[in-house]
């Protein structure tokens, strides 16, 4: 299995109090906290399912949004960089999750600045890092990113979240190590080509943001011709809910760092 989908181990926050104030793009409602907690759990459930260890940190009430361990790093089989969120209220995050990462990393390299990039806006593949600009991520902040990883080998290609989408993971995943989930309103600008693509169907383009994690595709619950897609082209759904992440536009993704530490 490819080293783009296949980990040892994740770590994940366990959503604090606070996550009621997290940031949204539009208010749909607050988010039930004890229902919440029951997904993640769930979540982690499922993470743990495939044999990963899977370490869940405390709360941090002083961040809201700090469920979204995503966002604050990127870990790679060869090296982890602390991330600059692009959001105010969540560049405190970056600094926090620091101490994690060292522990399984040691040395972990980290944005400076004055660029901003958070996690969302990454897609790593077999082949390349993918990097979509937002309001999140700016040319500055993956200019930094791309210096850090070609130390290491790896190609980074710069991209374009579309307008009004939170991060580029929003509108994309990873299934293995040619194909990728799409919406079609991100494929169309071509990002993808060359690769093998599965589109959400019509009117499911939020369940676009699921993870690949061993031989399981974690997949947000609700979207069930998407789903129905997914298994019929072979792949191992396991639906977790997702309802009161999406009202602070999060997903699958969002909720872990997933890796395998360099040997
Ligand atoms: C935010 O707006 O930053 C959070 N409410 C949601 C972050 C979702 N993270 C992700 O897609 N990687």
């Known amino acids: 299995m490819g080293l783009s989908y296949t980990f040892t181990h994740a770590i994940c926050r366990a959503p604090s109090n606070s996550i009621i104030d997290g940031l949204r793009a539009v208010d749909t409602g607050t988010p039930d906290l004890d229902t919440f907690r029951q997904h993640h759990a769930d979540y982690v459930a499922a993470l743990r399912a495939?044999?990963?260890?899977?370490?869940?940190?405390?709360?941090?009430?002083?961040?809201?949004?700090?469920?979204?361990?995503?966002?604050?790093?990127?870990?790679?089989?060869?090296?982890?960089?602390?991330?600059?969120?692009?959001?105010?209220?969540?560049?405190?995050?970056?600094?926090?999750?620091?101490?994690?990462?060292?522990?399984?990393?040691?040395?972990?390299?980290?944005?400076?600045?004055?660029?901003?990039?958070?996690?969302?806006?990454?897609?790593?593949?077999?082949?390349?890092?993918?990097?979509?600009?937002?309001?999140?991520?700016?040319?500055?902040?993956?200019?930094?990113?791309?210096?850090?990883?070609?130390?290491?080998?790896?190609?980074?290609?710069?991209?374009?979240?579309?307008?009004?989408?939170?991060?580029?993971?929003?509108?994309?995943?990873?299934?293995?190590?040619?194909?990728?989930?799409?919406?079609?309103?991100?494929?169309?600008?071509?990002?993808?080509?060359?690769?093998n693509l599965i589109y959400t169907e019509d009117d499911e383009e939020a369940c676009a943001n699921a993870i690949r994690f061993n031989d399981r595709v974690l997949f947000p619950a609700g979207f069930p011709r998407t789903a129905e897609t997914l298994d019929k082209a072979g792949y191992n759904v396991t639906e977790i809910g997702n309802s009161e992440a999406a009202k602070l536009d999060g997903g699958m993704s969002c909720l872990s760092l997933r890796f395998t530490p360099p040997a």
């Open 50 to 195: 495939t044999g990963a260890e899977v370490t869940v940190l405390a709360p941090l009430e002083e961040f809201p949004d700090s469920v979204f361990v995503e966002d604050a790093a990127l870990c790679l089989p060869k090296g982890a960089v602390i991330m600059r969120p692009g959001a105010p209220s969540r560049l405190g995050e970056a600094l926090a999750i620091a101490p994690a990462i060292a522990e399984t990393y040691g040395e972990v390299r980290a944005i400076e600045g004055p660029g901003f990039i958070e996690g969302g806006d990454i897609l790593v593949t077999e082949r390349e890092i993918l990097v979509g600009k937002s309001a999140r991520t700016d040319a500055d902040g993956v200019e930094e990113l791309r210096a850090i990883v070609s130390d290491w080998g790896y190609t980074l290609r710069e991209l374009q979240t579309p307008p009004d989408v939170l991060h580029f993971k929003t509108d994309c995943s990873l299934l293995d190590a040619e194909t990728i989930l799409t919406t079609r309103r991100l494929a169309a600008s071509g990002c993808f080509d060359g690769y």
